[in-house]
């Protein structure tokens, strides 16, 4: 019985929808159009800040490579600490903490906690875009 009175309300509800769905269609197209010129937008952005940072990050001389590591990461995820620097990169906390403080010269990375430990940084341009 109960069994019954759910498959009743779901198709209730399928049937319902059904009805809203000439409206619910026109009003969609525009949220289609809209999101993917959007999205578009958003990956035009993605790669002119790439190209930024790839021309930046080349004053860096020896470090550049290690910099473009991070940055390729934080693409994934736009925050970052020093341990995960070193992880990526294979590189001390020392030599992870000089090259954060490259980056934040840079204007690439930016230190979000203000403490003087445990700091965690962000890919700030990247996360503006998603603002």
């Known amino acids: 019985m109960k069994k019954n009175k759910k498959l009743f309300a779901i198709l209730t509800l399928v049937a319902f929808m059904m ?6 269609a ?6 289609v159009i809209e999101t993917a010129e959007n ?10 800040l790439q190209k930024e940072y790839e021309e ?3 004053q860096l001389g020896s470090r550049s490579a290690n910099a473009l590591k991070v940055i ?4 994934k995820k736009p925050i970052i600490d020093a341990a995960q620097v070193s992880t990526i990169t ?15 010269k840079l204007d690439v990375l ?19 875009i998603f603002r």
Do not use: N
């Open 19 to 24: 009805t809203l769905m000439p409206v619910m």
């Open 26 to 31: 026109f009003a969609a197209d525009d949220l």
């Open 39 to 48: 999205g578009v937008k958003t990956f035009e952005e993605i790669l002119l």
């Open 56 to 58: 930046c990050i080349k």
């Open 72 to 75: 390729t990461e934080l693409y």
């Open 90 to 104: 294979g590189i001390s906390q020392a030599s992870s903490y000089k090259l954060i403080e490259e980056l934040e």
């Open 110 to 128: 930016k230190e979000i906690t203000g403490g003087k430990r445990g700091r965690i940084y962000i890919l700030k341009k990247y996360v503006e």
